[in-house]
Each structure stands twice: as C-alpha cells, then as structure tokens.
Nanobody, 125 residues
C-alpha cells in the first residue's frame, strides 16, 4: 500500500490540527495503521496506532488525552486529530501501515510494512 500524509502546518500553542493519510489499493481494511513523529535531532517515536476495524487504539503517554487516531476504511484514510498542541509536538509526522490478520495495533517501527512521506507540524509558543 502507498501512503500520502497531509495536513501539517504551523499552529500556535494550544491550537489544533488534523492530519490525514490517504492510502492506495483495495485492501486498506486489512491494515493496522499508525502515526509516528520525528523531531529535529531525535529518533522517530510512536504516537498512535489503530487496528483494522478501528476498535483498538493505543497512544503514547505524551499525547494521551490530546490526540485521537481514527480511520475511515470506505475512504482509505487514517486521521490524527491533535488538540492542545505544545512546542514539544513540533515534528515531522509519518503514517505507517502493517498488513495483518488480527485486530491489533502496533507500536514499533520495525513492525510496519509501508510508510508515508511525512508532514511537518510546527507549534509556536
């Protein structure tokens, strides 16, 4: 599957952004999906994951309660609603996909098969 992330931009601290990731192909519903981010000078880190049917989700502690991952299998898309943003959320955000037979989410980079190109989120304080 090919992934295309969008929706990044500049926002003031306390504001919100919604990232989208569109996927190609007819088997989107067979993929678990995730969002990762990489800040300048840091390693890429897990942000959120969602299972094939959207029923199971997982968040990094740093974003729990502020970010929401969702998906629309009819639109071949996954979203990341980001609220109460702060400067520490500034990073390039990547969407990722992993084909699987169960209804699981995944939190490690190495578990994912496909990656989008990344979209930059800048939070100004």
């Amino acid at each position: 599957v090919q992934l295309q992330a969008s929706g990044g931009g500049w926002v003031q601290a306390g504001g919100s952004l919604r990232l989208s990731c569109a996927a190609s192909g007819r088997t989107f519903s067979r993929y678990a999906l995730g969002w990762f981010r990489q800040a300048a000078g840091k390693e890429r880190e897990f942000v959120a994951g969602i299972s094939r049917n959207g029923g199971n989700t997982k968040y990094a502690d740093s974003v729990k309660g502020r970010f929401t991952i969702s998906r629309d299998n009819a639109k071949n898309s996954v979203y990341l609603q980001m609220d109460s943003l702060n400067s520490e959320d500034t990073a390039v955000y990547y969407c990722a996909a992993k084909i699987n037979v169960g209804n699981y989410f995944y939190v490690y980079e190495w578990q994912y098969d496909s990656w989008g190109q990344g979209t930059l989120v800048t939070v100004s304080s």
